[in-house]
């Protein structure tokens, strides 16, 4: 400690000592160099009367780690440059000054700078050579004067965070536009906290704003533990907060109680214990005892544990099942013209009963009422039980066929459940003609009633046409080759003329004779004949005559 009474201390008072450590001093005044290169000095606390640091005054200290620098308003030129211990220190708010090169090379000065309203200046590379810096506030709201270097070592990315209304000030400084962020900074500070991290959570889910002093706090319980209300005694959760002022919140968090209920749901057939309140977490004992004539069958979650025990972590209601020792099993059909069913009856706890759902013809047994689709089904008896047996209709298939797809096809096939009424239609193709299904039915369509898988057929068959061959005049020839004829068959037609007579073509200006015909109907083909033509030719025996 150096003496209260000393106003300052000159320029290279203590420079290059080596058996300092520590120091406390209230001096208006540290001199230039004054504890330079003291090797062993790791902390510097200066009082509220401390002024004025000189330059280089805690320079190459080397192992200096914490400074409180008190009512200091001016740091010097290179006042902590290679202080390479040195952690951030807290700037005091009353700072005007800060010398070029203050805190060069102090390489452990990293996260957020943080600068009072007060400060006016902040000498070249003062702030060179440091540790990376997450964030630079500043409270004031004219931009104090920097230089070329002063933040040589801060990325220009930097977020700079200042008062509401100062962005375009900093902005039009000189060197503070070189930062490409610069933000309004809320303007109050709001931070919560917990009384027990154990029982939860306390978070600012919306931070105040320029724009909007609002913000909301929120907090969160794990389980076995609720929010009970914040430090000053407000409940509301989540809690919207005018701002006003920097302010602190404490979420209060408190651990459950929890009320556990027990029934028996015949109070006749047995009684149960373990009803109370129990702090959370605590060990709970639930026993029910079934009076003469009856069972405990299980808890009303299932659990057949008896006497039972588990924890208690919220308000929980149990209800403990008892059950005669003769139950009646109902079995039931839930379609009777489908099925029938055999298995009801009563029987004594934990029989074995086999019930069975037996379908008629066309139909078939597809599940009970729970899902289960085993039958015969066989069935412990441990209380009064119902079970309905469902049975469906069965599916058939119909198939439609045609006896040539050449002649006709067939439609209506598919699938069809027992006893429905389907169609089956035969359409036969030009030249042909529907005579009867495979089962000689001759309906079209027809109306089947479904009660197994069935095919069936359509038979279909050529129609027949008449063919007529006829000559144009029966003096001059005939035509042979008339007749029925089924469809897409062959007739051949035939003229034949008469002495002085020839054959010229068919009414339909076809010449070939004979000619081959492919039946598609009825026609008639007429042969067209023409007398022959000859020349006489006279001559004389005497051609001189």
């Keep these: 400690m150096i003496s209260s009474f000393v106003d300052s201390i000159s320029n290279y008072a203590f420079a290059n000592c080596d058996n300092i450590i520590s120091i406390y001093t209230n001096a208006h005044f540290i001199g230039s160099n004054a504890f330079a290169n003291c090797d062993r000095l790791v902390s510097v606390t200066l009082g509220d009367s401390t002024q004025a640091l000189g330059s280089g005054a805690f320079s190459g200290c080397f192992r200096l780690q914490n400074i409180d620098l008190g009512g200091v308003n001016s740091i010097g030129d290179s006042a902590f440059s290679g202080c390479v211990r040195l952690e951030k220190p807290e700037l005091p708010a009353n700072l005007i000054t800060i010398g070029a090169r203050a805190f060069n090379d102090c390489n452990l000065l990293e996260g957020k700078l943080t ?50 209304g100062a962005v375009l000030n900093y902005y039009t400084t000189n060197y503070w536009e070189n930062f490409s962020t610069i933000v309004e900074a809320p303007p109050y500070k709001l931070t919560v906290a917990t009384n027990n991290e154990v029982m939860g959570s306390a978070a600012v889910t919306q931070q105040p704003t320029c724009g909007n002093h609002s913000a909301i706090i929120q907090a969160s319980a794990l389980i076995g533990y609720h929010f009970l209300q914040w430090n000053d005694g407000n409940t509301a959760n989540p809690r919207t907060i005018n701002m006003t002022q920097d302010s602190s919140f404490t979420a209060i968090f408190v651990v459950n109680n929890s009320y556990i209920t027990i029934h028996a749901n015949d109070s006749t057939m047995g009684s149960v214990t373990g009803t109370g309140l129990y702090s959370y977490n605590a060990p709970v004992t639930m026993t029910a005892t079934a009076y003469s004539g009856y069972h405990f069958l299980k808890w009303n979650d299932g659990n057949t544990q008896n006497p039972r025990y588990m924890a208690a972590v919220r308000d929980t209601t149990f209800t403990a099942i008892f059950v005669s020792n003769v139950s009646t099993i109902t079995v039931s059909n839930a379609n009777p013209d489908m099925g029938n069913v055999s298995g009801s009856g009563v029987y004594y706890y934990q029989n074995l009963v086999s019930i069975t759902a037996t379908p008629v013809y066309g139909y078939h047994f597809t599940q009970w009422n729970d899902g289960n689709t085993q039958n015969p089904r066989t069935v412990v008896v441990n209380q009064d039980s119902s079970f309905t047996a469902y049975f469906a209709p069965n599916i058939y298939s119909i198939v439609g066929s045609s006896n040539s797809t050449t002649m006709g096809s067939v439609s209506g096939g598919g699938n069809y459940t027992y006893l429905h009424n389907m169609s089956l239609t035969a359409t036969p193709a030009f030249g042909y003609h529907f005579v009867q299904w495979n089962d000689q039915v001759t309906d079209n369509p ?8 069935s095919a069936f057929t359509a038979q279909f068959a050529a129609n027949s046409y008449v063919i007529t061959a006829e000559p144009n005049d029966p003096t001059m020839g005939s035509a042979y080759g008339s007749g029925t004829y089924n469809f897409n068959t062959t007739a051949t037609l035939t003229a034949v003329a008469e002495y002085g007579y020839h054959f010229t073509q068919w009414s339909d200006g076809i010449t070939d004779n004979p000619r081959t015909v492919t039946v ?5 083909y007429t042969a067209q004949f023409e007398i022959n033509s000859y020349i006489l030719t006279v001559q004389s025996s005497n051609p001189t005559i």
């Design 446 to 453: 027809r109306t089947i009633t479904v009660t197994r898988d």
């Design 115 to 164: 600068f009072p309203a007060t400060i006016t200046s902040i000498g070249d590379y003062a702030y060179s050579g440091i540790g990376i810096i997450t964030e630079i506030e500043m409270q004031g709201v004219t931009p104090p004067t920097i230089y070329a270097h002063t933040f040589n070592s801060v990325a220009g990315s930097t977020p700079v965070s200042v008062p509401c």
């Design 520 to 524: 598609q109907n009825s026609a008639t």
